[in-house]
């Protein structure tokens, strides 16, 4: 596990540029656990057992289907945000935080039953009047499966919506006084539509223009999406890829005479990419360029 956390920290670094929070790190292994036993987390086997290639693709997803967010709750305030669930998968948001040290000690009472957090986030799902609650373990009863409710005793909340579609609103507030000022905490969701991206095939590819050095190739817009535009000469088998956010590219250093073909795709994130797009195939000759037929 710890092996593994590390190399999570470490693929963070390498995609965003920085390194998770102690709390982010912890509420990513959580959030991602495969569960194990009876539905939720339990007495015995916590919320499950790690899975880094899941933890993995969770990171490689935001900003698409996921969120990794760290923020700061003030005292007296609440956190609010929406999202739409992209009814692929299960909708998911927890929070996770790295609680102020507690007054009592335990001396060794076994399963004593004081509580030992000091501030108490709360992490709630609404829809159309129904709220979703996180789930929550009762100490008085070890053997019963988890239920959702008011959870009063954990640093790691987590809400979990089957069949989820429709826009969701997710709000982080507290109980009582904050000690210390500010919380800050982190907000892990997943099985959302987060962005506007489309990985469907890129469609209408044509060649529209060219000059005496380039030929400009245009298909179907689409927001907040990168393409990868690939085009090589009809008498070599290497692609050169290209990366645009537009739906068009100027190909450049093109041979007098030589036939070439392009072809493109769009890509979301590492995990969410479509197949290439009809491969068009033209013969450059400068102004004079004409498209030769589809592949």
């Known amino acids: 596990v710890t092996g593994s956390l590390l190399l999570l920290q470490q693929y963070h670094e390498e995609l965003f540029g920085t390194y998770m929070k102690a709390a982010t790190l912890k509420g990513l292994a959580l959030h991602t656990a495969d569960d194990v036993g009876a539905k939720g987390p339990d ?11 899941t933890a993995a693709e969770l990171l490689q997803n935001k900003g698409y289907t996921s969120l990794i967010q760290e923020e700061s709750l003030s005292d007296g305030e609440s956190f609010t945000i929406t ?38 986030l709360d992490v709630r799902i609404t829809k159309n009047g129904e709220t979703y609650l996180p789930w ?24 979990e919506i089957d069949n989820a579609t429709g826009t969701y609103t ?5 109980k009582g006084n904050l000690k210390n000022g500010p919380q800050d905490f982190s907000l892990i969701v997943s099985g959302a539509q987060v962005s506007k991206c489309s ?5 209408n590819l044509e060649l529209v223009s060219s000059t005496t050095t380039e030929s400009i190739i245009t298909w179907n817009e689409a927001e907040e999406t990168l393409f990868e535009v690939q085009c ?3 008498d070599t088998d290497v692609w050169t890829s290209e990366y645009v956010w537009e739906n068009s590219f100027e190909l450049a250093n093109l ?23 009809e491969t068009i195939e033209f013969e450059f000759n400068g102004e004079e360029t004409q498209m030769m037929d589809y592949a």
């Open 43 to 53: 007495y015995r086997m916590g919320w499950g057992v790690m899975n880094a290639k």
């Open 83 to 120: 999202v739409t669930a992209n009814g692929n998968e299960r909708l998911m948001a927890s929070i996770s935080w790295t609680d102020p040290e507690g007054e009592y000690v335990n001396r060794g009472d076994l399963n004593n039953t004081t509580a030992a957090l000091i501030n108490d």
């Open 136 to 159: 929550k373990l009762n100490p008085a009863k070890a053997n019963d499966a988890a239920t959702q409710g008011d959870n009063k005793v954990d640093p790691y909340e987590r809400i």
């Open 170 to 174: 997710i709000t982080v507030s507290h």
């Open 199 to 203: 990985i469907e095939t890129p469609s």
């Open 232 to 234: 090589k000469s009809l």
């Open 255 to 277: 041979q007098m005479g030589k036939v070439y073909e392009a072809r493109v795709r769009a890509i979301c994130s590492e995990n969410a990419v479509s197949e290439f797009s």
